[in-house]
């Protein structure tokens, strides 16, 4: 056939059933009744499959009824040839090639379908498929070979079961080619599967020249073998024997549709189906979606699949592996996976109240909606824990102990038994008569606006605590609010910036016996009210019986450089309310301080919140004027005189600011925060810490008092009394006496031009000498000269801080008054100081000794010594009882041999001291001579 694009593809097609995603064989007797009009398949050359009634009718083959239609639309149509050997099998639903011995012009030729040889019709790559069942019997053809397919004329390929070319080749799918290179072969010689084995399989070989691994086999899907090697093109030589026709289970010599058939191995099986493509591509289900781009690989052939390759019973619109026929949740999340209904998750709903399980409080018993009492998670128709109701009233601050504030209902949803109810009232509440909220205690709106309580409810497998409050209806109380302004004033160049805190200068002396009302605070307002709070702080400077009234405090100090104010001019605004505690009481609360103030940077409180409780009429201070409104309420000021406008009077104002009231004070001027005198001029000032005084106490007569100066910029007079008398002046940073004795020593420091009376500071120090070192050991006896076992040594001491102990040129250092120290064997020196070595040193030696043992006792010309340890220079000597030395001998030995031998043949009956020394032995015994 001319003009056939070069790139042509043999496929043999096996058409495949699917059940539940595994490849499975058509049942035999398949009965496809799918008679459609065939339409052209884009890249299928032809198409065979005996068990398609579009393919063929199934009805049996005769002469009037042996032609195969092409399903490819190719009208390349088939002829049965020998209708005796090939014809139609309706129990296996398929075409069956009687082969058992050569047959000559049988099979099913290929009509309107050739080929030409040279480079013209060159086959460079294709996909042939098809689906077999090759009887268990051996043929009488060569090894066995069972034709599928061949287009032989001219020796283009053939694909078969064995292959007369390959002795070892039966069983086996054989592809066999010929191209410009000669004849070739390629089988999977290993392949493990026979074929031949009366089971339907379905077979493929895919082939593609000029590229390594170009023919691939396929049985059941499986990729079974990958030829490694690269082949031209088939077909690409010159023959004469051109035309050339291909045959269906036999070989093909045919120069025409319904010529030659050879070589005669015909097929001895069963062929179903058979496809031949000119794509790469393979369509194991037959459904017209090649795998890679189908997703339901396995469609049945009675179903009509979607542009995925999916039939009806396939189709998974939510994927999640339940078709959709099947499929009770059709919109199941990919993220989730679905149970054997196709619902995930977040859709089962076990007791189908229409809220999903993931969320359901209640998930086994319907809870339509879901109600859940204690907010526990558990829905109240199956949590066993009890359900608490309870309901209040608005209760007035001046209700009786004893009124009935509210109700509580207990109950349990699920029917069990309630076991206990506890009620914690903290004090005010307590639950009378099993259900009723009842007062214990007096209500306080100004202390509490809500009162709490709590609920416990118990049943035997539940529990449940609930959280209310008892509102309370306040009874007004009288009050009064005021306006303050706080200014913040740098101090660096201020020598006594911290003089007076700002709250003492501000301090009204004349407000005294106000302690038995109870007046609240709070900050209520201003624009730089959230960096204010009320604190309390016990007066520091000023001696007073009057209990604190309150701070008005920063909550972070102030700092000039970084003001934290509304408009950041070192300004702060806030309103303080003054509350009369007394409910229904009319006395107000009237603030007898400045409401204008001066604060240095850096100060923690700005006022103390002094106030008195006035009744509309009292007048306290006598001027005519009542309190509530006089600007000065506890200083006579009949004219309410008050020249700078602060809305405090003249006769209790302070304009600069030093503590000093503007009627006292001579110095009106007096810079920010300096320390004055009593009528308001400043004095000269240095803080406390400009002095660090500090003494050394070592031994007798070496004592010494040092004392830092902060501020060196002045000259400092220093008078020394008591022990000594010494005086001078001094203008440097560090001053030192020494060489000092025991005693009590009195220090005043002054300020060179500075009278004594404005300013002085004075110190009394008291020198001690240190306590002698004491040493107690519990080894009094045990020296260096005594010979008993001695392994450690308990020293108590005494007059020191710390203590230095030496042993044998090693120093410990400890603070404890008790330290026990191991001794090693032989001589051990130790030596014990305190702090200061003139508070005595203890020196001690200590012999630890190795042990010895002798025998016999009494002995007559020989006794045996031995010694512990490794020293190897033995002394013995020898007394007499009077003292006498009477033998002194050195004796060797080794880690082997510790035992001494006494010659005492030549002594004389009586006892004798024996001395036995080495490095760590110091030993003696008195033995007998018999």
């Known amino acids: 056939m001319k003009g056939l694009n070069p790139l042509i593809f043999i496929m043999f097609f096996i058409t495949l059933q699917k059940v539940a995603g595994i490849v499975e064989k058509p049942t035999e007797g398949n009965n496809n009744t799918n008679e459609s009009e065939i339409a052209v398949q884009n890249n299928i050359i032809f198409h065979y499959d005996f068990s398609d009634l579009s393919s063929y009718n199934r009805q049996t083959t005769t002469e009037n009824n042996k032609t195969i239609n092409d399903l490819s639309g190719n009208n390349n149509y088939g002829t049965v040839r020998n209708i005796s050997k090939v014809y139609f099998d309706s129990e296996q639903n398929a075409m069956f090639f009687n082969g058992k011995n050569d047959e000559d012009a049988t099979g099913i030729s290929i009509n309107n379908l050739n080929y030409v040889s040279g480079p013209s019709d060159q086959l460079e790559s294709f996909t042939i498929q098809a689906r077999i069942k090759a009887k268990s019997e051996s043929t009488n053809h060569p090894s066995d070979e069972r034709i599928i397919l061949s287009f032989d004329r001219s020796a283009v390929f053939r694909l078969a079961i064995g292959s007369d070319a390959e002795?070892?080749?039966?069983?086996?799918?054989?592809?066999?080619?010929?191209?410009?290179?000669?004849?070739?072969?390629?089988?999977?010689?290993?392949?493990s599967i026979d074929l031949r084995d009366?089971?339907?399989?379905?077979?493929?070989?895919?082939?593609?020249?000029?590229?390594?691994?170009?023919?691939?086999?396929?049985?059941?899907?499986?990729?079974?073998?990958?030829?490694?090697?690269?082949?031209?093109?088939?077909?690409?030589?010159?023959?004469?024997?051109?035309?050339?026709?291909?045959?269906?289970?036999?070989g093909s010599e045919m120069e025409s549709a319904t010529g030659t058939t050879n070589p005669d191995n015909m097929f001895f099986g069963w062929i179903q189906s058979v496809k031949f493509s000119s794509i790469l591509e393979i369509d194991t289900d037959n459904d017209g979606i090649v795998n890679s781009n189908d997703i339901c690989p396995n469609t049945l052939q009675n179903e009509n699949a979607d542009a995925q390759g999916c039939g009806e019973s396939q189709i998974d619109t939510d994927r999640d592996g339940v078709p959709d026929i099947n499929d009770d949740c059709p919109n199941t999340s990919q993220s989730e996976n679905a149970d054997n209904k196709g619902c995930g998750e977040s859709q089962i709903d076990s007791d189908s109240d229409g809220t999903p399980d993931?969320?359901?409080?209640?998930?086994?018993?319907?809870?339509?909606?879901?109600?859940?009492?204690?907010?526990?998670?558990?829905?109240?128709?199956?949590?066993?824990?009890?359900?608490?109701?309870?309901?209040?009233?608005?209760?007035?601050?001046?209700?009786?102990?004893?009124?009935?504030?509210?109700?509580?209902?207990?109950?349990?949803?699920?029917?069990?038994?309630?076991?206990?109810?506890?009620?914690?009232?903290?004090?005010?509440?307590?639950?009378?008569?099993?259900?009723?909220?009842?007062?214990?205690?007096?209500?306080?709106?100004?202390?509490?606006?809500?009162?709490?309580?709590?609920?416990?409810?118990?049943?035997?497998?539940?529990?449940?605590?609930?959280?209310?409050g008892l509102e309370v209806q306040d009874i007004p109380n009288k009050s009064f609010t005021a306006n303050y302004s706080v200014a913040i004033f740098d101090t660096p160049d201020i020598s006594n910036s911290d003089a007076a805190r700002s709250d003492e200068r501000y301090h009204n002396p004349f407000n005294r016996g106000v302690g038995k009302w109870k007046i609240r605070k709070k900050v209520s307002g201003g624009a730089d009210a959230h960096l204010f709070a009320i604190k309390s702080e016990p007066p520091t400077t000023r001696k007073s019986d009057e209990e604190s009234e309150g701070y008005l405090a920063f909550i972070n100090p102030p700092d000039f450089n970084n003001p934290q104010d509304h408009n950041q001019d070192n300004i702060y605004e806030v309103e303080v309310t003054f509350i009369n505690l007394e409910d229904g009481a009319i006395e107000v609360p009237v603030p007898v301080t400045q409401f204008q103030l001066q604060v240095p940077e850096g100060a923690t409180s700005a006022l103390e919140l002094q106030s008195r409780l006035a009744l509309p009429d009292d007048d306290s201070d006598g001027d005519g004027v009542p309190d509530i409104v006089d600007n000065s309420p506890v200083v006579f000021n009949p004219d309410q005189a008050d020249e700078d406008?602060?809305?405090?009077?003249?006769?209790?104002?302070?304009?600069?600011?030093?503590?000093?009231?503007?009627?006292?004070?001579?110095?009106?001027?007096?810079?920010?925060?300096?320390?004055?005198?009593?009528?308001?001029?400043?004095?000269?000032?240095?803080?406390?810490?400009?002095?660090?005084?500090?003494?050394?106490?070592?031994?007798?007569?070496?004592?010494?008092?040092?004392?830092?100066?902060?501020?060196?910029?002045?000259?400092?007079?220093?008078?020394?009394s008591g022990a000594i008398e010494h005086s001078e002046v001094f203008n440097e940073g560090l001053w030192i006496i020494t060489n000092l004795s025991s005693g009590q020593y009195n220090i005043c420091l002054g300020v060179e031009g500075i009278n004594s009376s404005e300013f002085e500071r004075c110190f009394e120090i008291q020198l001690n000498d240190p306590t002698p070192l004491s040493v107690y050991s519990n080894d009094t006896d045990l020296t260096a000269s005594a010979d008993d076992n001695l392994d450690s040594v308990k020293f108590e001491m005494a007059g020191g801080s710390v203590y230095n102990i030496e042993h044998n040129g090693i120093t410990t250092q400890t603070s404890r008054s008790s330290h026990s120290l191991a001794l090693r064997k032989g001589l051990n020196t130790v030596r014990i100081t305190a702090d200061q070595e003139c508070q005595g040193v203890f020196e001690k030696q200590y012999f630890n000794s190795e042990s010895i043992a002798y025998t016999p006792n009494p002995f007559e010309d020989e006794l045996l010594i031995y010694v512990g340890g490794?020293?190897?220079?033995?002394?013995?000597?020898?007394?007499?009882?009077?003292?006498?030395?009477?033998?002194?001998?050195?004796?060797?030995?080794?880690?082997?041999?510790?035992?001494?031998s006494v010659n005492t043949s030549n002594y004389k009956m009586g006892s004798y001291l024996f001395k036995v020394n080495s490095d760590t032995v110091k030993k003696s015994f008195m033995a007998i001579k018999k």
Request: aromatic share 10%.
């Open 198 to 250: 009366d089971q339907w399989h379905d077979i493929a070989v895919q082939f593609k020249s000029n590229t390594e691994n170009g023919i691939k086999f396929f049985i059941d899907g499986d990729l079974i073998y990958s030829d490694p090697n690269s082949y031209k093109p088939i077909g690409g030589h010159n023959e004469n024997e051109t035309p050339r026709y291909g045959n269906i289970g036999n």
């Open 358 to 468: 993931v969320i359901d409080n209640c998930p086994d018993t319907p809870n339509p909606n879901q109600e859940d009492h204690d907010n526990d998670g558990i829905g109240d128709v199956c949590d066993p824990d009890p359900k608490i109701v309870f309901s209040t009233s608005i209760i007035s601050e001046d209700a009786e102990i004893g009124t009935l504030a509210g109700s509580v209902e207990v109950t349990s949803p699920n029917g069990s038994e309630i076991t206990s109810i506890d009620f914690e009232g903290y004090g005010f509440l307590a639950l009378e008569n099993i259900y009723e909220i009842r007062l214990i205690d007096s209500l306080d709106f100004e202390e509490k606006e809500i009162y709490p309580f709590t609920i416990t409810a118990k049943t035997e497998l539940g529990e449940t605590v609930v959280e209310g």
């Open 167 to 191: 002795n070892g080749a039966q069983g086996k799918i054989v592809f066999g080619f010929t191209n410009e290179d000669g004849s070739q072969t390629s089988y999977n010689p290993n392949q």
């Open 870 to 900: 490794q020293d190897q220079n033995i002394l013995v000597e020898i007394f007499s009882t009077a003292g006498k030395l009477i033998s002194s001998d050195y004796y060797k030995l080794n880690e082997s041999n510790r035992n001494i």
């Open 645 to 720: 406008g602060d809305g405090v009077g003249d006769v209790s104002d302070d304009s600069d600011h030093d503590g000093v009231w503007n009627p006292q004070d001579e110095c009106p001027n007096t810079p920010l925060g300096v320390k004055v005198d009593a009528f308001g001029c400043e004095i000269f000032y240095l803080p406390s810490d400009n002095f660090n005084v500090y003494k050394t106490e070592r031994c007798v007569d070496n004592h010494s008092i040092g004392i830092e100066f902060e501020n060196i910029s002045h000259s400092y007079t220093i008078n020394v």
